[in-house]
Nanobody, 121 residues
Framework: QVELVESGGGSVQAGGSLRLSCSAS???????MAWFRQYPGKEREGVAS???????IYASSMKGRITISRDNAKKTLYLQMDSLKPEDTAMYYC????????????????WGQGTQVTVSS
């Protein structure tokens, strides 16, 4: 059974930083791992993704303020977020896709439960 567990969310003032982590268990191989976020009443949107070889894709909304990384040995995904803005307030989700590379915009097969990020002005 695959389980993705996010951590590191919380409340921070504008301009602050947070580092999200996502620990994957039961997943023997993941090609693409990604972070998404969701505003209340809205669909999830991609934030950043990273392939097993380290290739990354960033959404324009947060590009320049975030860094996605992964530790394949630890089966852990990270998202370093800096210069946070109130509009970054959302639920952040980790996702994994075993077979398809991020560049193919796959429908992610596995999802975490999310971690809330709140940025106050």
């Amino acid at each position: 059974q695959v389980e993705l567990v996010e951590s590191g969310g919380g409340s921070v003032q504008a301009g602050g930083s947070l580092r999200l982590s996502c620990s994957a268990s039961g997943l023997t191989y993941s090609t693409c791992m990604a972070w998404f976020r969701q505003y209340p009443g809205k669909e999830r949107e991609g934030v950043a993704s990273i392939d097993r070889d380290g290739s990354t894709i960033y959404a324009s909304s947060m590009k320049g303020r975030i860094t996605i990384s992964r530790d394949n040995a630890k089966k852990t995904l990270y998202l370093q977020m800096d210069s946070l803005k109130p509009e970054d307030t959302a639920m952040y989700y980790c996702a994994a896709e075993p077979l398809v590379t991020c560049g193919m915009a796959p429908l992610m097969q596995y999802w975490g439960q999310g971690t809330q990020v709140t940025v106050s002005s």
